[in-house]
Protein backbone atom coordinates (compact mmCIF):
# COMPACT_ATOMS: atom_id res chain seq x y z
CA UNK A 1 0.00 0.00 0.00
CA UNK A 2 1.41 3.46 -1.20
CA UNK A 3 2.13 5.91 1.91
CA UNK A 4 2.78 9.34 2.07
CA UNK A 5 6.01 8.65 4.23
CA UNK A 6 7.12 6.66 1.18
CA UNK A 7 5.80 9.91 -0.62
CA UNK A 8 8.39 11.97 0.90
CA UNK A 9 11.10 10.07 -0.43
CA UNK A 10 10.03 11.30 -3.55
CA UNK A 11 9.78 14.56 -3.03
CA UNK A 12 13.54 14.52 -1.57
CA UNK A 13 14.67 13.01 -4.81
CA UNK A 14 12.96 16.15 -6.80
CA UNK A 15 14.97 18.56 -4.25
CA UNK A 16 15.99 21.67 -7.04
CA UNK A 17 19.84 23.36 -6.23
CA UNK A 18 21.43 24.69 -3.33
CA UNK A 19 21.69 28.21 -5.15
CA UNK A 20 18.00 28.34 -5.22
CA UNK A 21 17.78 28.16 -1.36
CA UNK A 22 20.75 30.58 -0.50
CA UNK A 23 19.72 32.83 -3.14
CA UNK A 24 15.63 32.49 -2.35
CA UNK A 25 15.31 33.78 -6.24
CA UNK A 26 12.26 31.35 -6.87
CA UNK A 27 9.22 30.22 -5.48
CA UNK A 28 6.56 27.49 -6.34
CA UNK A 29 3.27 29.08 -4.62
CA UNK A 30 0.18 26.66 -5.31
CA UNK A 31 -3.24 27.64 -5.27
CA UNK A 32 -6.49 25.69 -4.83
CA UNK A 33 -9.90 25.26 -3.06
CA UNK A 34 -12.70 23.18 -4.12
CA UNK A 35 -15.09 24.47 -7.04
CA UNK A 36 -16.54 27.98 -7.14
CA UNK A 37 -14.36 29.32 -4.34
CA UNK A 38 -12.44 31.56 -6.53
CA UNK A 39 -9.04 30.38 -7.45
CA UNK A 40 -9.13 31.79 -11.14
CA UNK A 41 -10.44 35.33 -9.53
CA UNK A 42 -7.55 35.12 -7.24
CA UNK A 43 -4.68 34.67 -9.60
CA UNK A 44 -6.09 36.66 -12.27
CA UNK A 45 -6.29 39.42 -9.58
CA UNK A 46 -2.83 38.86 -7.56
CA UNK A 47 -0.89 39.43 -10.77
CA UNK A 48 -3.02 42.12 -12.50
CA UNK A 49 -2.77 44.05 -8.98
CA UNK A 50 1.08 43.61 -9.31
CA UNK A 51 1.69 44.46 -12.50
CA UNK A 52 -0.10 47.52 -12.75
CA UNK A 53 1.30 48.67 -9.56
CA UNK A 54 -1.96 49.09 -7.42
CA UNK A 55 -1.73 49.95 -3.50
CA UNK A 56 -1.07 47.02 -1.57
CA UNK A 57 -0.54 48.88 1.73
CA UNK A 58 -0.07 45.95 3.77
CA UNK A 59 2.47 44.10 1.52
CA UNK A 60 5.37 45.36 3.38
CA UNK A 61 7.70 45.52 0.71
CA UNK A 62 5.60 47.95 -1.16
CA UNK A 63 4.66 49.89 1.67
CA UNK A 64 8.56 50.96 2.11
CA UNK A 65 9.09 51.77 -1.64
CA UNK A 66 10.97 48.15 -2.17
CA UNK A 67 8.85 46.87 -4.73
CA UNK A 68 10.08 47.75 -8.00
CA UNK A 69 7.91 46.16 -10.46
CA UNK A 70 5.95 42.72 -12.01
CA UNK A 71 6.01 41.11 -15.34
CA UNK A 72 4.77 38.13 -16.71
CA UNK A 73 7.21 35.24 -18.03
CA UNK A 74 7.25 32.56 -20.58
CA UNK A 75 6.11 29.78 -18.96
CA UNK A 76 8.80 27.26 -17.77
CA UNK A 77 6.73 23.74 -17.86
CA UNK A 78 6.08 22.39 -21.51
CA UNK A 79 4.02 19.54 -20.32
CA UNK A 80 1.56 21.71 -18.36
CA UNK A 81 -1.05 24.24 -19.82
CA UNK A 82 -0.50 27.84 -19.38
CA UNK A 83 -2.95 29.79 -17.09
CA UNK A 84 -5.16 32.03 -19.53
CA UNK A 85 -4.18 35.36 -17.85
CA UNK A 86 -5.33 38.20 -20.16
CA UNK A 87 -8.54 35.82 -21.36
CA UNK A 88 -9.26 35.50 -17.26
CA UNK A 89 -8.76 39.87 -17.62
CA UNK A 90 -10.77 40.61 -20.39
CA UNK A 91 -13.47 38.33 -18.70
CA UNK A 92 -13.25 40.12 -15.24
CA UNK A 93 -13.29 43.91 -17.25
CA UNK A 94 -16.18 42.97 -19.89
CA UNK A 95 -13.62 42.70 -23.11
CA UNK A 96 -14.00 39.43 -23.45
CA UNK A 97 -14.47 38.75 -27.28
CA UNK A 98 -17.77 38.27 -28.40
CA UNK A 99 -19.24 38.73 -24.70
CA UNK A 100 -19.34 42.80 -24.51
CA UNK A 101 -20.18 42.57 -20.55
CA UNK A 102 -18.50 41.38 -17.82
CA UNK A 103 -18.77 38.25 -15.82
CA UNK A 104 -16.50 35.85 -13.83
CA UNK A 105 -14.05 33.50 -16.06
CA UNK A 106 -14.26 29.70 -16.08
CA UNK A 107 -14.09 27.67 -13.25
CA UNK A 108 -10.24 25.55 -12.70
CA UNK A 109 -10.91 22.47 -14.15
CA UNK A 110 -7.18 21.19 -14.33
CA UNK A 111 -3.86 22.30 -13.74
CA UNK A 112 -2.38 24.91 -15.45
CA UNK A 113 0.17 27.97 -14.49
CA UNK A 114 2.20 30.71 -14.98
CA UNK A 115 5.20 32.62 -14.18
CA UNK A 116 5.84 36.20 -12.83
CA UNK A 117 9.14 37.91 -11.93
CA UNK A 118 9.22 40.69 -9.12
CA UNK A 119 11.50 43.07 -9.20
CA UNK A 120 12.18 44.32 -5.62
CA UNK A 121 15.05 46.52 -3.23
CA UNK A 122 15.95 43.74 -0.85
CA UNK A 123 15.57 45.89 2.85
CA UNK A 124 18.81 44.54 4.23
CA UNK A 125 21.21 41.72 5.04
CA UNK A 126 24.18 40.68 2.76
CA UNK A 127 22.17 40.66 -0.15
CA UNK A 128 20.92 43.93 0.33
CA UNK A 129 20.66 45.72 -2.92
CA UNK A 130 18.28 45.07 -6.54
CA UNK A 131 17.01 41.41 -6.12
CA UNK A 132 14.36 39.41 -8.57
CA UNK A 133 11.91 36.99 -7.47
CA UNK A 134 10.27 34.47 -10.33
CA UNK A 135 7.23 33.08 -8.68
CA UNK A 136 6.12 30.24 -10.37
CA UNK A 137 1.80 30.24 -9.60
CA UNK A 138 0.44 26.57 -10.02
CA UNK A 139 -3.53 26.29 -10.36
CA UNK A 140 -5.25 23.10 -9.72
CA UNK A 141 -8.53 21.91 -8.31
CA UNK A 142 -9.06 21.19 -4.53
CA UNK A 143 -10.99 18.02 -5.82
CA UNK A 144 -7.79 16.50 -6.66
CA UNK A 145 -5.91 17.71 -3.26
CA UNK A 146 -8.86 15.01 -1.69
CA UNK A 147 -7.65 12.40 -3.12
CA UNK A 148 -4.51 12.44 -1.22
CA UNK A 149 -5.69 10.54 2.07
CA UNK A 150 -6.32 7.61 -0.44
CA UNK A 151 -2.83 6.83 -0.72
CA UNK A 152 -2.72 4.95 2.29
CA UNK A 153 -6.29 3.70 2.58
CA UNK A 154 -7.55 0.09 1.33
CA UNK A 155 -10.24 -0.20 -1.07
CA UNK A 156 -12.51 -2.08 1.26
CA UNK A 157 -11.68 1.21 3.77
CA UNK A 158 -12.67 3.59 1.06
CA UNK A 159 -15.92 1.74 -0.18
CA UNK A 160 -17.13 1.34 3.58
CA UNK A 161 -16.23 4.82 4.71
CA UNK A 162 -17.70 6.46 1.48
CA UNK A 163 -20.65 3.99 1.79
CA UNK A 164 -21.32 5.05 5.35
CA UNK A 165 -21.32 8.71 4.53
CA UNK A 166 -23.54 8.34 1.44
CA UNK A 167 -26.64 6.82 4.18
CA UNK A 168 -26.16 9.73 6.20
CA UNK A 169 -29.33 12.08 6.43
CA UNK A 170 -27.90 14.99 4.09
CA UNK A 171 -27.06 12.46 0.91
CA UNK A 172 -29.50 9.21 1.26
CA UNK A 173 -31.78 10.72 -1.10
CA UNK A 174 -29.33 11.81 -4.17
CA UNK A 175 -27.57 8.73 -3.56
CA UNK A 176 -30.53 6.57 -3.86
CA UNK A 177 -29.89 5.40 -7.51
CA UNK A 178 -26.44 4.73 -7.02
CA UNK A 179 -26.94 2.74 -3.34
CA UNK A 180 -30.14 0.87 -5.50
CA UNK A 181 -28.15 -0.21 -8.12
CA UNK A 182 -25.32 -1.39 -5.93
CA UNK A 183 -27.74 -3.53 -4.03
CA UNK A 184 -28.41 -5.71 -7.49
CA UNK A 185 -24.98 -6.62 -7.93
CA UNK A 186 -23.32 -9.59 -6.32
CA UNK A 187 -19.42 -8.26 -6.39
CA UNK A 188 -18.37 -12.10 -6.57
CA UNK A 189 -20.07 -12.25 -10.23
CA UNK A 190 -17.73 -12.38 -13.05
CA UNK A 191 -16.85 -8.99 -13.91
CA UNK A 192 -18.53 -6.95 -16.81
CA UNK A 193 -17.48 -3.73 -18.28
CA UNK A 194 -21.47 -2.50 -18.92
CA UNK A 195 -21.88 -3.23 -15.20
CA UNK A 196 -18.84 -1.43 -14.07
CA UNK A 197 -19.47 1.07 -16.24
CA UNK A 198 -23.43 2.12 -14.72
CA UNK A 199 -21.80 1.81 -11.48
CA UNK A 200 -19.42 4.28 -12.27
CA UNK A 201 -21.96 6.61 -14.05
CA UNK A 202 -24.16 6.30 -11.27
CA UNK A 203 -21.26 6.95 -8.15
CA UNK A 204 -20.44 10.07 -10.24
CA UNK A 205 -23.63 11.48 -10.62
CA UNK A 206 -24.43 11.43 -6.49
CA UNK A 207 -21.18 12.55 -6.22
CA UNK A 208 -21.93 15.60 -8.43
CA UNK A 209 -25.54 16.02 -6.80
CA UNK A 210 -23.65 16.36 -3.74
CA UNK A 211 -21.37 18.97 -4.88
CA UNK A 212 -24.21 21.00 -6.50
CA UNK A 213 -25.41 24.31 -4.52
CA UNK A 214 -28.38 22.67 -3.26
CA UNK A 215 -26.36 20.54 -1.06
CA UNK A 216 -22.87 22.47 -1.34
CA UNK A 217 -21.19 19.06 -0.11
CA UNK A 218 -17.05 18.97 -0.10
CA UNK A 219 -15.86 15.57 1.32
CA UNK A 220 -16.17 13.73 -1.96
CA UNK A 221 -13.95 11.80 -3.18
CA UNK A 222 -11.48 10.40 -5.55
CA UNK A 223 -11.38 13.98 -7.09
CA UNK A 224 -10.89 12.87 -10.77
CA UNK A 225 -14.51 11.93 -10.65
CA UNK A 226 -15.70 15.37 -10.06
CA UNK A 227 -12.56 17.03 -12.01
CA UNK A 228 -11.40 14.45 -14.53
CA UNK A 229 -9.18 16.72 -16.65
CA UNK A 230 -7.83 14.46 -19.97
CA UNK A 231 -9.34 11.23 -17.86
CA UNK A 232 -12.66 11.81 -18.85
CA UNK A 233 -14.32 8.56 -19.95
CA UNK A 234 -11.12 6.94 -19.08
CA UNK A 235 -10.74 3.06 -17.32
CA UNK A 236 -9.06 4.74 -14.68
CA UNK A 237 -12.28 6.57 -13.74
CA UNK A 238 -14.83 3.58 -14.02
CA UNK A 239 -15.10 2.19 -10.63
CA UNK A 240 -17.07 2.27 -7.83
CA UNK A 241 -17.49 1.64 -4.03
CA UNK A 242 -19.17 -1.89 -3.33
CA UNK A 243 -20.52 -3.27 -0.28
CA UNK A 244 -18.40 -5.33 2.04
CA UNK A 245 -18.05 -8.85 2.65
CA UNK A 246 -16.82 -9.86 -0.38
CA UNK A 247 -13.50 -11.44 -1.04
CA UNK A 248 -12.71 -10.21 -4.30
CA UNK A 249 -11.38 -13.21 -5.71
CA UNK A 250 -9.60 -13.32 -9.32
CA UNK A 251 -11.66 -12.21 -12.40
CA UNK A 252 -14.86 -11.48 -10.08
CA UNK A 253 -16.52 -7.74 -10.11
CA UNK A 254 -14.91 -7.21 -7.03
CA UNK A 255 -11.53 -7.55 -8.10
CA UNK A 256 -11.97 -5.42 -10.85
CA UNK A 257 -13.48 -2.62 -8.85
CA UNK A 258 -10.38 -2.80 -6.18
CA UNK A 259 -7.85 -3.39 -8.99
CA UNK A 260 -8.99 -0.05 -10.58
CA UNK A 261 -8.90 1.86 -7.51
CA UNK A 262 -5.53 0.74 -6.74
CA UNK A 263 -4.25 2.02 -10.55
CA UNK A 264 -6.18 5.45 -9.51
CA UNK A 265 -3.96 5.35 -6.82
CA UNK A 266 -0.72 4.26 -8.86
CA UNK A 267 -1.29 6.36 -12.25
CA UNK A 268 -3.21 9.56 -11.12
CA UNK A 269 -2.33 10.67 -7.18
CA UNK A 270 0.91 9.28 -6.72
CA UNK A 271 1.72 11.46 -9.87
CA UNK A 272 0.17 14.53 -9.08
CA UNK A 273 1.81 14.49 -5.61
CA UNK A 274 5.24 13.46 -6.63
CA UNK A 275 5.12 15.55 -10.06
CA UNK A 276 3.47 19.17 -8.58
CA UNK A 277 1.92 19.38 -4.70
CA UNK A 278 5.57 17.84 -3.39
CA UNK A 279 7.42 20.75 -5.87
CA UNK A 280 5.53 23.38 -3.79
CA UNK A 281 6.60 25.88 -1.36
CA UNK A 282 3.75 27.51 -0.06
CA UNK A 283 0.00 27.50 -1.01
CA UNK A 284 -3.25 28.95 -0.51
CA UNK A 285 -6.34 27.00 -0.03
CA UNK A 286 -9.46 29.35 -0.80
CA UNK A 287 -12.93 28.13 0.59
CA UNK A 288 -16.52 29.03 -0.06
CA UNK A 289 -18.01 29.06 3.55
CA UNK A 290 -20.60 30.83 2.32
CA UNK A 291 -22.06 28.46 -0.06
CA UNK A 292 -21.66 25.92 2.93
CA UNK A 293 -23.53 28.63 5.09
CA UNK A 294 -26.47 29.11 2.92
CA UNK A 295 -27.13 24.80 2.56
CA UNK A 296 -27.15 24.48 6.44
CA UNK A 297 -25.40 22.68 9.04
CA UNK A 298 -24.85 19.76 7.39
CA UNK A 299 -22.81 21.10 4.54
CA UNK A 300 -20.90 23.28 6.95
CA UNK A 301 -19.85 19.69 9.26
CA UNK A 302 -19.03 18.11 5.44
CA UNK A 303 -16.67 21.13 4.94
CA UNK A 304 -15.02 20.48 8.08
CA UNK A 305 -14.41 17.00 7.34
CA UNK A 306 -12.90 17.93 3.47
CA UNK A 307 -10.71 20.83 5.04
CA UNK A 308 -9.37 17.97 7.64
CA UNK A 309 -8.54 15.71 4.48
CA UNK A 310 -7.16 18.81 2.83
CA UNK A 311 -4.51 19.53 5.61
CA UNK A 312 -3.48 16.18 6.22
CA UNK A 313 -1.38 16.60 2.82
CA UNK A 314 0.46 18.91 4.65
CA UNK A 315 1.56 16.50 7.66
CA UNK A 316 4.65 15.88 5.76
CA UNK A 317 6.29 19.15 6.47
CA UNK A 318 9.96 19.10 6.82
CA UNK A 319 11.01 15.61 6.46
CA UNK A 320 14.74 15.83 7.79
CA UNK A 321 17.73 18.59 7.30
CA UNK A 322 18.88 17.45 3.69
CA UNK A 323 14.79 18.55 2.52
CA UNK A 324 15.35 22.14 4.06
CA UNK A 325 18.65 22.79 2.36
CA UNK A 326 18.08 21.74 -0.92
CA UNK A 327 14.95 22.82 -1.33
CA UNK A 328 12.45 23.36 1.76
CA UNK A 329 9.10 21.97 0.89
CA UNK A 330 5.61 23.64 1.88
CA UNK A 331 6.27 25.76 4.85
CA UNK A 332 3.53 27.98 4.94
CA UNK A 333 -0.07 28.12 4.55
CA UNK A 334 -2.73 30.23 4.14
CA UNK A 335 -6.84 29.53 4.60
CA UNK A 336 -8.58 32.37 3.01
CA UNK A 337 -12.49 32.92 3.14
CA UNK A 338 -13.51 34.18 0.18
CA UNK A 339 -15.94 36.57 -1.45
CA UNK A 340 -16.11 38.53 1.85
CA UNK A 341 -17.57 41.13 -0.14
CA UNK A 342 -21.10 39.48 -0.11
CA UNK A 343 -21.02 40.29 3.84
CA UNK A 344 -20.63 43.67 5.13
CA UNK A 345 -17.27 44.47 6.92
CA UNK A 346 -18.54 44.29 10.38
CA UNK A 347 -19.13 40.52 9.93
CA UNK A 348 -15.55 39.90 8.08
CA UNK A 349 -14.33 38.92 11.54
CA UNK A 350 -16.95 36.60 12.32
CA UNK A 351 -16.28 34.56 8.63
CA UNK A 352 -12.64 34.29 9.31
CA UNK A 353 -13.81 32.81 13.21
CA UNK A 354 -15.49 30.57 11.35
CA UNK A 355 -12.79 29.38 8.72
CA UNK A 356 -10.66 29.09 11.82
CA UNK A 357 -12.77 26.88 13.66
CA UNK A 358 -13.19 24.95 10.71
CA UNK A 359 -9.51 24.57 10.24
CA UNK A 360 -8.44 24.49 13.78
CA UNK A 361 -8.26 20.92 14.93
CA UNK A 362 -6.61 19.60 11.63
CA UNK A 363 -4.48 22.64 11.87
CA UNK A 364 -3.01 21.82 15.20
CA UNK A 365 -2.81 17.83 14.21
CA UNK A 366 -0.58 19.26 11.01
CA UNK A 367 1.54 21.81 12.63
CA UNK A 368 4.38 19.22 13.67
CA UNK A 369 5.21 18.93 10.35
CA UNK A 370 6.83 22.73 10.78
CA UNK A 371 4.56 24.66 8.75
CA UNK A 372 2.86 27.76 9.50
CA UNK A 373 -0.83 28.64 8.72
CA UNK A 374 -2.66 31.61 8.78
CA UNK A 375 -6.64 31.90 8.15
CA UNK A 376 -8.39 35.39 6.72
CA UNK A 377 -11.34 36.81 5.26
CA UNK A 378 -10.71 38.35 1.94
CA UNK A 379 -12.15 38.78 -1.71
CA UNK A 380 -9.55 38.63 -4.59
CA UNK A 381 -11.86 40.96 -6.28
CA UNK A 382 -14.27 43.12 -4.32
CA UNK A 383 -17.78 42.78 -6.20
CA UNK A 384 -19.58 45.67 -4.34
CA UNK A 385 -19.48 48.34 -2.12
CA UNK A 386 -21.27 49.26 1.45
CA UNK A 387 -24.14 51.66 2.03
CA UNK A 388 -26.62 52.36 4.44
CA UNK A 389 -30.40 52.03 3.75
CA UNK A 390 -33.53 52.06 5.77
CA UNK A 391 -35.89 48.92 5.94
CA UNK A 392 -39.08 49.18 8.12
CA UNK A 393 -37.62 52.51 9.55
CA UNK A 394 -34.25 50.73 10.75
CA UNK A 395 -30.86 51.89 9.30
CA UNK A 396 -29.37 49.23 8.07
CA UNK A 397 -25.80 48.52 6.73
CA UNK A 398 -25.64 46.68 3.61
CA UNK A 399 -23.54 45.69 0.44
CA UNK A 400 -24.48 47.50 -2.86
CA UNK A 401 -24.07 45.53 -6.11
CA UNK A 402 -25.38 43.57 -9.24
CA UNK A 403 -26.98 40.51 -8.47
CA UNK A 404 -25.92 37.57 -11.03
CA UNK A 405 -28.90 36.51 -13.12
CA UNK A 406 -31.45 33.88 -11.42
CA UNK A 407 -30.59 35.12 -7.81
CA UNK A 408 -33.24 35.44 -5.64
CA UNK A 409 -33.62 37.50 -2.89
CA UNK A 410 -37.57 36.79 -1.29
CA UNK A 411 -39.67 37.14 -4.26
CA UNK A 412 -37.61 38.67 -6.27
CA UNK A 413 -35.54 37.06 -8.90
CA UNK A 414 -32.77 39.24 -10.27
CA UNK A 415 -32.06 39.53 -14.04
CA UNK A 416 -28.30 40.00 -14.02
CA UNK A 417 -28.47 43.88 -15.39
CA UNK A 418 -29.27 46.53 -12.52
CA UNK A 419 -27.59 47.18 -8.64
CA UNK A 420 -29.36 46.27 -5.78
CA UNK A 421 -29.09 46.94 -1.98
CA UNK A 422 -28.68 44.22 -0.15
CA UNK A 423 -28.99 43.88 3.67
CA UNK A 424 -26.44 40.95 4.18
CA UNK A 425 -27.18 39.96 7.46
CA UNK A 426 -24.67 39.43 10.82
CA UNK A 427 -23.16 35.86 10.94
CA UNK A 428 -22.75 34.91 14.39
CA UNK A 429 -20.06 36.02 16.90
CA UNK A 430 -19.82 32.31 17.85
CA UNK A 431 -18.53 30.14 15.00
CA UNK A 432 -20.07 27.37 16.77
CA UNK A 433 -23.27 28.77 16.08
CA UNK A 434 -22.63 27.97 12.31
CA UNK A 435 -22.71 24.33 12.57
CA UNK A 436 -26.26 24.28 14.48
CA UNK A 437 -27.66 26.75 12.07
CA UNK A 438 -27.90 29.41 14.32
CA UNK A 439 -28.01 33.12 14.03
CA UNK A 440 -27.76 33.41 10.54
CA UNK A 441 -30.97 35.68 8.64
CA UNK A 442 -32.12 38.87 7.39
CA UNK A 443 -33.70 41.38 9.84
CA UNK A 444 -37.11 40.64 11.03
CA UNK A 445 -36.50 36.89 10.72
CA UNK A 446 -37.37 36.77 7.04
CA UNK A 447 -36.84 32.72 6.28
CA UNK A 448 -34.76 31.48 3.47
CA UNK A 449 -32.04 34.06 3.60
CA UNK A 450 -29.35 33.45 1.13
CA UNK A 451 -26.03 35.20 0.41
CA UNK A 452 -26.28 36.78 -2.97
CA UNK A 453 -23.35 35.92 -5.73
CA UNK A 454 -22.83 39.38 -7.30
CA UNK A 455 -21.42 39.80 -11.24
CA UNK A 456 -17.44 41.36 -11.09
CA UNK A 457 -17.52 45.32 -10.31
CA UNK A 458 -17.36 47.72 -13.20
CA UNK A 459 -13.94 48.88 -14.32
CA UNK A 460 -12.82 51.71 -16.56
CA UNK A 461 -10.81 49.53 -18.57
CA UNK A 462 -8.67 46.44 -18.15
CA UNK A 463 -5.80 48.58 -17.27
CA UNK A 464 -7.35 49.50 -14.04
CA UNK A 465 -6.09 47.32 -10.63
CA UNK A 466 -8.82 45.12 -9.66
CA UNK A 467 -10.13 46.56 -6.18
CA UNK A 468 -10.26 43.98 -3.79
CA UNK A 469 -10.58 42.85 0.17
CA UNK A 470 -7.16 42.01 2.11
CA UNK A 471 -5.65 40.49 -1.06
CA UNK A 472 -2.26 42.15 0.51
CA UNK A 473 -2.39 40.48 3.37
CA UNK A 474 -2.59 36.99 1.86
CA UNK A 475 0.65 37.97 -0.55
CA UNK A 476 2.60 39.44 2.90
CA UNK A 477 2.00 35.80 4.05
CA UNK A 478 2.75 33.71 1.70
CA UNK A 479 5.45 35.81 -0.09
CA UNK A 480 7.09 38.84 2.24
CA UNK A 481 9.40 37.09 3.98
CA UNK A 482 10.95 36.48 0.43
CA UNK A 483 10.58 40.13 -0.28
CA UNK A 484 12.71 41.30 2.70
Request: charged share 25%; proline share 5%.
Amino acid sequence: MLRLSDLAQDARAAASSLADFVTGGSLRLGVTGLSHAGKTVFITTLVHNLIRGARLPVLRAQAEGRLIGARLEQQPDDAVPSFAYEEHLAALSGEAEGTGARHWPQSTRQISQLRLALEFERASGWRKGRSELTIDIVDYPGEWLLDLPLLEKTYAQWSRETLEAAAAASRASIAAPWRGYLATLDPEAPHNEGTARQAAELFTTYLRGAKAEAFALSALTPGRFLMPGDLDGSPALTFSPLPEGATNTAGSLGALMERRFEAYKTHVVRPFFRDHFARLDRQIVLVDALSALNSGPAAVRDLETALSDVLSAFRVGRSNLLTQIFRPKIDRVLFAATKADHLHHRSHDALEAILRHLVGRAITRAQSGGVDFDVIAMAAVRATREASVTHHGRNLDAIVGTPLAGERLGGEIFDGSSEAAIFPGDLPTDPRAAFRGEGLGAPDGEADYRFLRFRPPVTNSSDAPLPHIRLDRALQFLLGDKLA
